[in-house]
Nanobody, 122 residues
């Protein structure tokens, strides 16, 4: 099991940038694929990005390709999501998740953080 705590959310203007961090604890972090998801009010939780155990494979939702970058530092038990050129439509709670393999759907992940609010103003 992996315990996850997100940070770095906040209020940003449209076109701005934010970097989300996810601190992980537990001995299985380096054996876990990691994902970022987001959930806007009234909508289902949606895939944003994921990264394999060693960081060699990364996948992104089409809507964020070229603007968001996922990365991890296994020595520090950290996962990051750099978000650039943010749009108001991307206002949501962003969640970090850990799973056995890279997946693009929430059921593929066993452990979740509490979420970090990102608000993009127009």
């Amino acid at each position: 099991q992996v315990q996850l705590v997100e940070s770095g959310g906040g209020l940003v203007q449209a076109g701005g940038s934010l970097r989300l961090s996810c601190a992980a604890s537990g001995r299985t972090f380096s054996r876990s694929a990691m994902g970022w998801f987001r959930q806007a009010p009234g909508k289902e939780r949606a895939f944003v990005a994921c990264i394999s155990r060693l960081g060699s494979n990364k996948y992104y939702a089409d809507s964020v390709k070229g603007r968001f970058t996922i990365s991890r530092d296994n020595a520090k038990n950290m996962v990051y999501l750099q978000m650039n050129r943010l749009d108001p439509e991307e206002t949501a709670v962003y969640y970090c998740a850990a799973g056995a393999a890279v997946e693009m759907a929430p059921p593929g992940y066993n452990d979740w953080g509490q979420g970090s609010q990102v608000t993009v103003s127009s």
